[in-house]
């Protein structure tokens, strides 16, 4: 298959006619990456000259920023995140994100910026229910303070 950038470049990737499961993950995942590459240029009909043209609204960082603002500003909601992400499930996690309309990846619980504002709204490992914020070397599991029968976490 070729896709034909401008008069005389040209894309192509080759396929064979028959392929197994592994070839054809990655063949997708070779089109998600031509999609993220190629969804920066404005290849639309309006534009019959041969150039490509970057899109103008390429970035969408407002919204990117106002759920750091919001956990900045609402140390409520951000220990109540910590503790969801720490001591109960996924799908209660996504729960909340779905309550306070906003979305991380469970990634970024362990970024610079989650630490920053650990360290902004000065919280104390026992308010969420550890006995330290887990790190590289220290494991989540050894961290969790022991549980009394009732499920709540009892305080050293």
């Avoid at 894309?11 to 590459?37: D, H, S, W």
Wanted: charged fraction near 30%.
């Amino acid at each position: 298959m070729k896709i034909q950038l401008t008069n005389d470049e040209f894309y192509e990737i080759k396929m064979p006619e028959q392929i197994g499961m592994q070839e054809f993950k990655c063949i997708v995942m070779k089109f998600n990456f031509l999609l993220k590459n190629f969804s920066k240029f404005d290849i639309g009909n309006e534009n019959t000259d041969d150039d490509i043209v970057l899109k103008e609204n390429q970035r969408i960082n407002n919204r990117d920023s106002e759920r750091w603002k919001l956990l900045r500003d609402n140390r409520y909601i951000f220990v109540e995140l910590l503790k969801t992400y720490y001591l109960k499930s996924q799908n209660e996690l996504d729960k909340l994100f779905e309550k306070y309309n906003v979305s991380f990846r469970r990634t970024e619980f362990s970024s610079t910026q989650m630490i920053r504002l650990r360290e902004l709204h000065n919280l104390n490992p026992n308010e969420i229910g550890l006995k330290q914020f887990p790190t590289k070397t220290i494991q989540l599991m050894s961290c969790i303070l022991n549980k009394n029968t009732d499920g709540e976490t009892e305080n050293e």
